[in-house]
């Protein structure tokens, strides 16, 4: 997302930059199915050494990211909230439950109140650098996302606070969609990013 500005407005742009993303798809597809081999992607993404894990949760977090690149894009902030809850906010839930995650909630004692609350507020502060928004997203809804925070602080652009509302509302629905039991079950890779696009379809 830092590099979505310098692609173009071109119809094929999104797909240009979800290109990245679903070759490491289709990359996990293979290791994890046993067709290649690769030590060093397994190590790193699996969290017990078994290549068959990348077709799980790892492969799940880039196909959400291709999809949201591919389908949402500059469009909507959909994709920043889907993207951002999976990669910053569940990304910091998990660090912060497993050190100060000793209170467990008690509809689900895999999870705690500290990983909980830090998902929710990584993944709307991490939104809310990244989905500020131009006038035109007020009046149709096509530019919703033409500039990055730091854009911002030179006068390029305006942003909104029903975005950043919306955004909050979002990250809020994804932590605690997160925290359900069936986000063990399944995976929070799934779960997390489909309820951020599922509510910010909604709100946006």
Known sequence: MLFWPLFSDASWAPYLAAFVPGINAVRMILVGAGILKNDAMVKAMSRHGDYRELLKGPLYYACIITTSTAVFWRASPIAVAAICNLCAGDGVADIVGRRFGAVKLPYNKMKSYAGTMSMAIAGFLSSVVYAFTDNDFRNNHTCALQYLYYYSIFGLCDYSWRTIAGL????????????????????????????SMLVGGFIF
């Open 168 to 195: 909050l509302v979002v990250s809020l629905t994804a932590s605690v969609v997160e925290s359900l039991p069936i986000s063990t079950e399944l995976d929070d890779n799934l779960t997390a990013p489909l309820s």
